[in-house]
């Protein structure tokens, strides 16, 4: 049995209709033609068809199978939440205002502690987990402090501890 193979990619008006006009990828003509992308790739060189940029490239996809770009469809989402290197939850926002189409990562614990307080924490308003524990944000856990007296919680906790551990301050 005869595979029959596409040869239009050796034809510059077919390959520029192909890629710019109708905008398929070189893997959506190479599949077309029944030959490998960097084939069709070679083509494009060779008749001097701009290749698009990885934005473009991005653009197109998009347009073409919405949804498969998206934060839920990732193989990678967990709903939003990560650790920050801290240790702290982080929480995705959306925040009017920044650059990243309104969303940023926040810290869970200034969340809960905005949402108890019913407003935005003020300049110098501190979140402090009560049990050292940086992921545990109940409400309970969590005073709103100076950062003052938050040094002053943590140096305080730190003798404590040495004290009870090894006998001494």
């Given at each position: 049995?005869?595979?029959?193979?596409?040869?239009?990619?050796?034809?510059?008006?077919?390959?520029?209709?192909?890629?710019?006009?109708?905008?398929?990828?070189?893997?959506?003509?190479?599949?077309?033609?029944?030959?490998?992308?960097?084939?069709?790739?070679?083509?494009?060189?060779?008749?001097?068809?701009?290749?698009?940029?990885?934005?473009?490239?991005?653009?197109?996809?998009?347009?073409?199978?919405?949804?498969?770009?998206?934060?839920?469809?990732?193989?990678?989402?967990?709903?939003g939440k990560t650790i920050s290197s801290g240790g702290y939850l982080l929480q995705l926002k959306q925040e009017p205002g920044n650059n990243l189409g309104g969303l940023r990562y926040t810290a869970e614990h200034i969340l809960?502690?905005?949402?108890?307080?019913?407003?935005?924490?003020?300049?110098?308003?501190?979140?402090?987990?009560?049990?050292?524990?940086?992921?545990?944000?109940?409400?309970?856990?969590?005073?709103?402090?100076?950062?003052?007296?938050?040094?002053?919680?943590?140096?305080?906790?730190?003798?404590?501890?040495?004290?009870?551990?090894?006998?001494?301050?």
């Open positions: 049995m005869k595979i029959f193979l596409n040869k239009n990619y050796k034809d510059k008006d077919y390959l520029y209709k192909r890629y710019v006009l109708d905008e398929y990828s070189t893997r959506m003509i190479a599949e077309d033609c029944g030959f490998a992308y960097s084939t069709i790739w070679r083509y494009l060189n060779l008749f001097g068809i701009k290749r698009r940029n990885f934005s473009e490239a991005n653009r197109i996809i998009r347009k073409t199978w919405p949804g498969i770009y998206s934060r839920e469809n990732h193989p990678r989402w967990k709903g809960v502690a905005e949402k108890a307080l019913g407003r935005k924490m003020k300049l110098g308003e501190i979140v402090h987990h009560i049990n050292g524990n940086k992921q545990d944000n109940r409400n309970r856990n969590l005073l709103i402090c100076s950062q003052s007296y938050h040094n002053f919680l943590g140096k305080k906790m730190a003798d404590l501890y040495q004290k009870e551990h090894f006998g001494y301050l």
